[in-house]
């Protein structure tokens, strides 16, 4: 398949830069795999629309402030991204600046952008893979603390404010790593998950740490010849036997998110879904056969992204890209801040299921 094959037109004013002011209250598109059907509902209808004996997936990963402003001794101004904390004064980044900064540059941080800098820094000490490895001289996680912001999506066209330190998390969020919202799980708010427990819907955790990669664009034009980028996830025993529960009584696996399908099909990648803990470069498009999910509760995806591909290959490319043309008509709000669609998968795209 072609990457232009995943391509649709969406006007800017469509991509939301806010979010609601209550996490439920987002518009709810239903798209049935098999025979492409659209409904058009409130997220608050979760609760007809799962089933007593359903299994919820969700990504417990928590958003760090992840985005740093600075200056080289030049002066020369700098954005920073902590792509990954990897001790407890290193790390992997992404930088901006007018020259790439070479091993030994050192930057001092600021508090904001434009601002001048204070006396804490870091230093540049090599390349990996695209990144920059830096070394702190205090820990990683206190230079976060102090001078950190959220690092909101490049399309939401405003600086972070105070709000964005809890919209931009789940309220599930508890172990911390990403870099980018699990933003299906935005939705959420803790009296709809009671509610949908007290219904018989269970619920069980993994932990996918989303890196920026996730909003890098396809480049290629044969998606076949993409290349993923790497995302640290945690599969545990107990989302394993949740799941073969679930199955046991005939309820559905329904992923919270794009990250949650990725955790779990990469855990299954072997024909069984075991515990699992590692890196993952996995890219599902369509062609793709799902091991472990029935549906998938996410948002609107950037047109030609990996996360619109995963999609496509769930509940069929010509249903998917029928169902966006639908929203954009419909007015829908797109992207992190957006509305949110629930996809049931087209029985093709599945494998055999016990």
Not at 57 to 64: A, P, W
Not at 96 to 117: D, L, N, Q, Y
Not at 224 to 253: F, K, N, P, S, W
Not at 284 to 289: D, E, K, L, M, T
């Amino acid at each position: 398949m072609q990457r232009t094959d995943f391509y649709y037109d969406l006007p800017t004013e469509l991509i939301a830069q806010r979010p609601l002011p209550d996490r439920g209250a987002s518009r709810l598109l239903c798209l049935q795999g098999d025979s492409g059907q659209i409904a058009h509902r409130g997220f608050s209808d979760l609760e007809a629309l799962l089933h007593p004996g359903d299994l919820l997936v969700f990504n417990n990963t928590r958003v760090i402030p992840a985005r740093l402003w600075g200056r080289k001794a030049t002066g020369g101004a700098v954005e920073v991204l902590i792509e990954r904390v990897t001790g407890d004064r290193t790390a992997l980044a992404h930088i901006r600046a007018s020259k790439s900064p070479k091993p030994g540059t050192r930057i001092h941080v600021a508090k904001t952008e434009g601002a001048e800098p204070g006396t804490d820094s870091f230093r540049v000490t090599g390349r990996d893979e695209g990144l920059h490895l830096i070394e702190t001289e205090r820990p990683v996680a206190e230079l976060m603390a102090r001078y950190g912001h959220m690092p909101l999506p490049p399309y939401i066209e405003r600086a972070d404010d105070v709000a964005d330190q809890e919209r931009y998390q789940t309220v599930y969020a508890a172990r911390e790593g990403a870099v980018a919202a699990p933003t299906a799980g935005l939705h959420f708010d803790q009296a709809l998950i009671r509610a949908l427990v007290e219904r018989g819907v269970s619920t069980t955790e993994v932990t996918l740490h989303v890196g920026a990669g996730t909003f890098q664009p396809v480049r290629v034009d044969d998606i076949a010849q993409h290349q993923m980028h790497a995302e640290y996830l945690e599969v545990g025993q107990d989302t394993c036997d949740a799941i073969a529960a679930a199955r046991e009584r005939g309820g559905r696996v329904v992923a919270v998110g794009t990250t949650a399908v990725r955790s779990l099909e990469t855990a299954a990648a072997g024909g069984t879904l075991r515990p699992y803990q590692g890196d993952t470069r996995l890219f599902i498009h369509p062609g793709y056969r799902f091991r472990c999910i029935d549906a998938l509760i996410t948002n609107f995806h950037l047109p030609e992204s990996t996360l619109l591909m995963l999609v496509s290959a769930l509940a069929g490319r010509e249903a998917v890209m029928a169902a966006y043309e639908e929203a954009v008509r419909e007015r829908y709000r797109f992207f992190s801040y957006g509305d949110a669609m629930f996809v049931t998968a087209s029985a093709s795209a599945l494998t055999a299921r016990p």
